[in-house]
């Protein structure tokens, strides 16, 4: 476990933290602070949300793919008991922006009604608005649109293939490094393989919701954001009203997984209902809707090219990838960078290719691009061991990256060695025959064993906080931080105690509100480490204020002390040279005749170390399989991960994290599959009886272990971020599983038992 | 066609004039009577969400038509602790960290409930993982959730054993004629 007690390294803080010691909240495995909220119904989230004289609005999803609306019967659904409005293309109120444009690089486009295109199934063509739901959802059963459908573009054959500079946010679609092809002549062992993955939904339990609500030219928003502060500006933006015209209250959020970063369509009709109608309308997303315009994980199709001399290290690694997008927006999986940073080989080459279909824009989904791309690595990387005749983790240990392939750079800390080490000796890897279909159980199944390495980019944000030490020696902190269920509430708060130096249960940690400071994104596993730099180095400058009343008041005992020669300890200030000397928060600000003294921080990457390190969090994971002979019938018998990723806050929550991950892995291997029709375009399976995610049953072992790992210079607290990586080596894990049990190469996500049957 | 509901809902009398038959009863509880700790997540008997007791039987409350619900008794997630004490299931979905985001766990914790009520798991967790899937989680908190409900199970088991011991020893004296 990583060493909590490890103080800051005060000069890579952006205020002084001289006073303050992460460890004696941060680091403890509490319970969640919103558990009781949770377990009791308590916990508010936005669909929960009634105000006084609120409507009910129901959106109409197109259900063709590609074409026009020629009609809908507007007449028919107003004449139904109860609906207030419709809103087409006809009469929707205008917006200040075009949703089609792109006004920055993040954003995305988006259907708002702005004409009478469809350009993918479940895409919003109409919105009803009643005062009961029951009433709204008939209305929208009776708009009945008719259609000019055009033929669907679905698969290559119909879609256009499109060469592209930027493969996911902004990131360069192409990396070469060597001489690949000479890499590949020049390899006594040589493996190509093509992996696909299909489209995924988030889906989220809590489906899409909101209650809009405007007063004047205030828009006041119930939703779950995964950005509330900056989700302001881009709502602003459509309607032409300062952000802080603007309010979103997240207090909870029902998982997001990357679909609740940005705006949607939906969600611009329900403000915009809202105008419309001049009451509170509330929206929320039917579980169909959850799949089209609320952004997915692009499909793919990966080839991989690896080479390896005759001891097993590669001499060329190559990755490319045909990532699916929209017709009318950019956003590509950036599958095969997943590849730069994970193993050492001379000659690399990373490229991705565009494809369009008629399908909503895919965008961020837990690990974007790393859960597609290492899937196919960690596969290939299986196959190329076996090609050797080498044991996966000696033929990856073979090719362990002791500096970052891509850049050449010194990780800032990778103790990934460590976690093979852990994780294999508690999976019990060694022993393991190389050959397949070796290993039965009792009952006479085809048991496999199979392991890949995971990986994480840690980036950062930016986030600012506010800490507040009262007259009675409490705190607050303020910012307008996530809870996803990754447990911000709890984590940050921690990180929040041991900035002002008090205990958890002095502080009262304020959150979930765009009013707050900025607390950047829930996203891209930095939001700890972001909004955790930021609310540390708020307390951190709260108490370097206080101390500064202290040690130049003659009635203190801290007088004459220098500001650096104090320290802050359960709300207490005490001498570095004479710990005995010490005086409470409430004290000095009493004799000052204060009630408050507030202090002030941001959370950011330090350039200077972001040009100098590689940043990533590592693992590996073993997965044992066991497959029926005769039916082919899979079932995942065992997952052990470990993961290093710099300091842990709170062990307890990191883990669940951490085997939410890997359970995510598994329905990446075996479950996760949207199927379209390719007449329609339609998803067929656009709910949770055909869009399979793991169940409980599906879950009997698993174990993610956390392996000690202290880095300097990823932030001055040495958080990393553990929300993604999880998924990353789990589904190459049991991919090579199932051919260690079955001697079947799997290479299509998810697996099929037909596929094993051959 | 307008109808009036009489429901009982966690020991409280409800009466709900509906406008219109077509409601569930997951609707009247969330949107009528304002009891929104019951989350619906599709809406379609998939997911386990909105997961309540109809008396005493769990059930997906977006499944049951509210007017065929008249005269029911129903217990949500906010009727089932009283006087700010947790019950066991609760306490051990905090203790076992049985969620992340939470929005499934109200339902996830009535199943629980349900489950343990219906009496066939004995504490084993291969009969609770597959009592327990009606109940989607897609933060993946089904390893907190399995130990969560063990844990429960063997509270509740020793509670009742401590009741059933108390019981004896009560009639025990009560036969030997010395007070209680
Ligand atoms: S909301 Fe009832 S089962 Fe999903
Ligand atoms: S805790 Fe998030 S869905 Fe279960």
Same mark, same amino acid.
């Given at each position: 476990?990583?060493?909590?007690?490890?103080?800051?390294?005060?000069?890579?803080?952006?205020?002084?933290?001289?006073?303050?010691?992460?460890? $004696?909240?941060?680091?403890?495995?509490?319970?969640?602070?919103?558990?009781?909220?949770?377990?009791?119904?308590?916990?508010?989230?936005?669909?929960?949300?009634?105000?006084?004289?609120?409507?009910?609005?129901?959106?109409?999803?197109?259900?063709?793919?590609?074409?026009?609306?020629?009609?809908?019967?507007?007449?028919?659904?107003?004449?139904?008991?109860?609906?207030?409005?419709?809103?087409?293309?006809?009469?929707?109120?205008?917006?200040?922006?075009?949703?089609?444009?792109?006004?920055?690089?993040?954003?995305?486009?988006?259907?708002?009604?702005?004409?009478?295109?469809?350009?993918?199934?479940?895409?919003?063509?109409?919105?009803?608005?009643?005062?009961?739901?029951?009433?709204?959802?008939?209305?929208?059963?009776?708009?009945?649109?008719?259609?000019?459908?055009?033929?669907?573009?679905?698969?290559?054959?119909?879609?256009?293939?499109?060469?592209?500079?930027?493969?996911?946010?902004?990131?360069?679609?192409?990396?070469?490094?060597?001489?690949?092809?000479?890499?590949?002549?020049?390899?006594?062992?040589?493996?190509?393989?093509?992996?696909?993955?299909?489209?995924?939904?988030?889906?989220?339990?809590?489906?899409?919701?909101?209650?809009?609500?405007?007063?004047?030219?205030?828009?006041?928003?119930?939703?779950?954001?995964?950005?509330?502060?900056?989700?302001?500006?881009?709502?602003?933006?459509?309607?032409?009203?300062?952000?802080?015209?603007?309010?979103?209250?997240?207090?909870?959020?029902?998982?997001?997984?990357?679909?609740?970063?940005?705006?949607?369509?939906?969600?611009?009709?329900?403000?915009?209902?809202?105008?419309?109608?001049?009451?509170?309308?509330?929206?929320?997303?039917?579980?169909?809707?959850?799949?089209?315009?609320?952004?997915?994980?692009?499909?793919?199709?990966?080839?991989?090219?690896?080479?390896?001399?005759? %001891?097993?290290?590669?001499?060329?690694?190559?990755?490319?990838?045909?990532?699916?997008?929209?017709?009318?927006?950019?956003?590509?999986?950036?599958?095969?960078?997943?590849?730069?940073?994970? !193993?050492? $080989?001379?000659?690399?080459?990373?490229?991705?290719?565009?494809?369009?279909?008629?399908?909503?824009?895919?965008?961020?989904?837990?690990?974007?691009?790393?859960?597609?791309?290492?899937?196919?690595?960690?596969?290939?990387? %299986?196959?190329?061991?076996?090609?050797?005749?080498?044991?996966?983790?000696?033929?990856?240990?073979?090719?362990?990256?002791?500096?970052?392939?891509?850049?050449?750079?010194?990780?800032?800390?990778?103790?990934?060695?460590?976690?093979?080490?852990?994780?294999?000796?508690?999976?019990?890897?060694?022993?393991?025959?190389?050959?397949?279909?070796?290993?039965?159980?009792?009952?006479?199944?085809?048991?496999?064993?199979?392991?890949?390495?995971?990986?994480?980019?840690?980036?950062?944000?930016?986030?600012?906080?506010?800490?507040?030490?009262?007259?009675?020696?409490?705190?607050?902190?303020?910012?307008?931080?996530?809870?996803?269920?990754?447990?911000?509430?709890?984590?940050?708060?921690?990180?929040?105690?041991?900035?002002?130096?008090?205990?958890?249960?002095?502080?009262?940690?304020?959150?979930?509100?765009?009013?707050?400071?900025?607390?950047?994104?829930?996203?891209?596993?930095?939001?700890?480490?972001?909004?955790?730099?930021?609310?540390?180095?708020?307390?951190?400058?709260?108490?370097?204020?206080?101390?500064?009343?202290?040690?130049?008041?003659?009635?203190?005992?801290?007088?004459?002390?220098?500001?650096?020669?104090?320290?802050?300890?359960?709300?207490?200030?005490?001498?570095?040279?004479?710990?005995?000397?010490?005086?409470?928060?409430?004290?000095?600000?009493?004799?000052?005749?204060? $009630?408050?003294?507030?202090?002030?921080?941001?959370?950011?990457?330090?350039?200077?170390?972001?040009?100098?390190?590689?940043?990533?969090?590592?693992?590996?994971?073993?997965?044992?399989?066991?497959?029926?002979?005769?039916?082919?019938?899979?079932?995942?018998?065992?997952?052990?991960?470990?993961?290093?990723?710099?300091?842990?806050?709170?062990?307890?929550?990191?883990?669940?994290?951490?085997?939410?991950?890997?359970?995510?892995?598994?329905?990446?291997?075996?479950?996760?599959?949207?199927?379209?029709?390719?007449?329609?375009?339609?998803?067929?399976?656009?709910?949770?009886?055909? !869009?399979?995610?793991?169940?409980?049953?599906?879950?009997?072992?698993?174990?993610?272990?956390?392996?000690?790992?202290?880095?300097?210079?990823?932030?001055?607290?040495?958080?990393?971020?553990?929300?993604?990586?999880?998924?990353?080596?789990?589904?190459?894990?049991?991919?090579?599983?199932?051919?260690?049990?079955?001697?079947?190469?799997?290479?299509?996500?998810?697996?099929?038992?037909?596929?094993?049957?051959? | 066609?307008?109808?009036?509901?009489?429901?009982?809902?966690?020991?409280?009398?409800?009466?709900?004039?509906?406008?219109?038959?077509?409601?569930?009863?997951?609707?009247?509880?969330?949107?009528?009577?304002?009891?929104?700790?019951?989350?619906?997540?599709?809406?379609?008997?998939?997911?386990?969400?909105?997961?309540?007791?109809?008396?005493?039987?769990?059930?997906?409350?977006?499944?049951?038509?509210?007017?065929?619900?008249?005269?029911?008794?129903?217990?949500?997630?906010?009727?089932?602790?009283?006087?700010?004490?947790?019950?066991?299931?609760?306490?051990?979905?905090?203790?076992?960290?049985?969620?992340?985001?939470?929005?499934?766990?109200?339902?996830?914790?009535?199943?629980?409930?349900?489950?343990?009520?219906?009496?066939?798991?004995?504490?084993?967790?291969?009969?609770?993982?597959?009592?327990?899937?009606?109940?989607?989680?897609?933060?993946?908190?089904?390893?907190?959730?399995?130990?969560?409900?063990?844990?429960?199970?063997?509270?509740?088991?020793?509670?009742?054993?401590?009741?059933?011991?108390?019981?004896?020893?009560?009639?025990?004296?009560?036969?030997?004629?010395?007070?209680?």
């Amino acid at each position: 476990m990583t060493d909590m007690i490890e103080p800051v390294s005060p000069d890579t803080l952006a205020n002084g933290s001289a006073h303050v010691r992460l460890g $004696s909240n941060a680091g403890q495995p509490l319970t969640r602070a919103d558990g009781r909220l949770k377990v009791t119904g308590r916990a508010t989230f936005a669909a929960d949300n009634r105000p006084d004289g609120m409507l009910y609005a129901v959106y109409v999803s197109a259900t063709i793919a590609r074409g026009r609306v020629t009609h809908l019967d507007v007449d028919a659904a107003k004449a139904h008991p109860g609906v207030v409005e419709v809103m087409t293309p006809a009469n929707r109120p205008p917006l200040a922006r075009d949703p089609d444009a792109k006004p920055h690089p993040f954003a995305l486009k988006v259907d708002a009604l702005q004409n009478d295109r469809v350009r993918y199934a479940g895409q919003p063509i109409a919105l009803v608005i009643a005062e009961t739901l029951e009433a709204a959802a008939e209305g929208a059963v009776l708009l009945a649109p008719a259609y000019a459908a055009e033929p669907a573009r679905m698969d290559e054959a119909t879609g256009e293939i499109f060469a592209t500079e930027i493969a996911g946010f902004g990131n360069p679609a192409l990396f070469e490094k060597g001489d690949v092809e000479a890499g590949l002549a020049a390899a006594a062992r040589r493996v190509e393989a093509r992996y696909t993955t299909p489209a995924q939904y988030h889906n989220a339990m809590e489906p899409h919701a909101i209650v809009a609500a405007w007063e004047g030219d205030r828009l006041i928003l119930d939703m779950p954001t995964q950005a509330p502060a900056l989700s302001t500006a881009e709502f602003a933006s459509f309607f032409g009203i300062p952000p802080q015209n603007v309010l979103v209250r997240s207090p909870f959020i029902g998982g997001g997984f990357g679909s609740k970063a940005f705006a949607t369509g939906p969600y611009l009709l329900a403000m915009l209902a809202a105008r419309m109608v001049g009451r509170p309308v509330k929206m929320v997303h039917r579980r169909d809707q959850q799949f089209g315009p609320v952004g997915h994980r692009g499909a793919t199709r990966q080839t991989l090219r690896l080479g390896a001399a005759a %001891d097993g290290r590669l001499t060329a690694l190559d990755h490319t990838a045909l990532s699916t997008t929209s017709s009318f927006d950019d956003f590509l999986e950036p599958a095969a960078n997943a590849s730069h940073n994970m !193993y050492a $080989s001379p000659a690399m080459r990373m490229a991705h290719q565009g494809l369009r279909n008629d399908v909503g824009t895919p965008g961020a989904m837990r690990a974007p691009g790393e859960a597609t791309g290492s899937a196919a690595l960690e596969c290939a990387m %299986d196959e190329a061991a076996e090609a050797c005749g080498m044991d996966p983790l000696a033929f990856r240990l073979a090719n362990y990256a002791e500096t970052d392939p891509q850049t050449g750079r010194p990780f800032s800390s990778k103790a990934l060695r460590e976690c093979y080490t852990a994780a294999a000796e508690r999976f019990g890897w060694s022993g393991r025959p190389l050959a397949p279909r070796q290993m039965r159980d009792d009952e006479g199944r085809l048991v496999g064993w199979g392991m890949g390495s995971a990986l994480f980019p840690c980036p950062m944000f930016e986030a600012e906080a506010r800490a507040t030490i009262h007259a009675d020696g409490t705190g607050t902190v303020e910012i307008s931080a996530s809870e996803m269920g990754q447990g911000a509430l709890t984590a940050l708060a921690q990180i929040a105690a041991d900035g002002l130096g008090i205990d958890g249960d002095r502080l009262d940690f304020r959150s979930g509100d765009s009013s707050l400071p900025n607390g950047g994104i829930a996203g891209g596993s930095g939001h700890t480490a972001t909004a955790g730099s930021a609310i540390f180095t708020a307390g951190a400058d709260a108490v370097r204020r206080l101390a500064e009343i202290a040690v130049a008041d003659e009635a203190s005992p801290l007088f004459g002390a220098s500001n650096s020669g104090v320290e802050a300890r359960g709300g207490r200030l005490h001498r570095v040279d004479d710990p005995s000397r010490s005086e409470t928060y409430a004290a000095i600000l009493s004799r000052a005749g204060l $009630s408050s003294v507030t202090g002030e921080g941001k959370g950011a990457r330090d350039p200077a170390a972001a040009e100098s390190r590689a940043m990533f969090s590592h693992g590996a994971v073993f997965a044992e399989v066991t497959v029926d002979p005769d039916l082919a019938q899979i079932r995942v018998t065992r997952l052990v991960g470990a993961f290093a990723a710099g300091r842990i806050v709170n062990p307890r929550l990191a883990t669940s994290q951490l085997t939410g991950g890997m359970i995510w892995g598994i329905g990446f291997a075996l479950h996760e599959e949207t199927v379209y029709d390719p007449r329609t375009g339609r998803p067929m399976n656009a709910d949770f009886a055909g !869009y399979h995610v793991p169940v409980n049953a599906d879950v009997p072992s698993v174990e993610a272990l956390l392996v000690e790992e202290t880095d300097r210079h990823v932030n001055a607290l040495g958080i990393k971020g553990v929300g993604e990586i999880g998924i990353t080596g789990t589904v190459g894990a049991i991919a090579n599983a199932l051919w260690h049990a079955t001697g079947v190469r799997v290479r299509d996500f998810p697996v099929k038992m037909e596929t094993l049957l051959g | 066609m307008p109808l009036t509901l009489h429901l009982t809902v966690n020991g409280e009398a409800h009466r709900v004039d509906l406008t219109d038959p077509r409601p569930t009863l997951l609707d009247v509880l969330r949107e009528r009577i304002g009891l929104t700790g019951t989350k619906k997540g599709c809406d379609r008997g998939q997911c386990g969400a909105c997961t309540v007791l109809l008396d005493g039987q769990r059930v997906n409350s977006c499944l049951v038509l509210a007017a065929s619900a008249d005269g029911a008794e129903v217990t949500t997630i906010e009727g089932l602790s009283a006087d700010g004490a947790l019950h066991p299931v609760q306490a051990a979905f905090i203790e076992n960290d049985a969620f992340q985001c939470g929005f499934c766990t109200p339902g996830q914790v009535m199943s629980a409930v349900g489950l343990l009520a219906e009496g066939e798991t004995g504490g084993d967790p291969e009969r609770i993982r597959e009592g327990m899937s009606g109940n989607l989680c897609r933060c993946a908190a089904y390893p907190g959730i399995t130990a969560a409900v063990m844990d429960a199970f063997a509270r509740m088991e020793a509670a009742e054993g401590e009741r059933a011991d108390d019981r004896a020893r009560t009639e025990d004296r009560a036969r030997q004629g010395e007070p209680a």
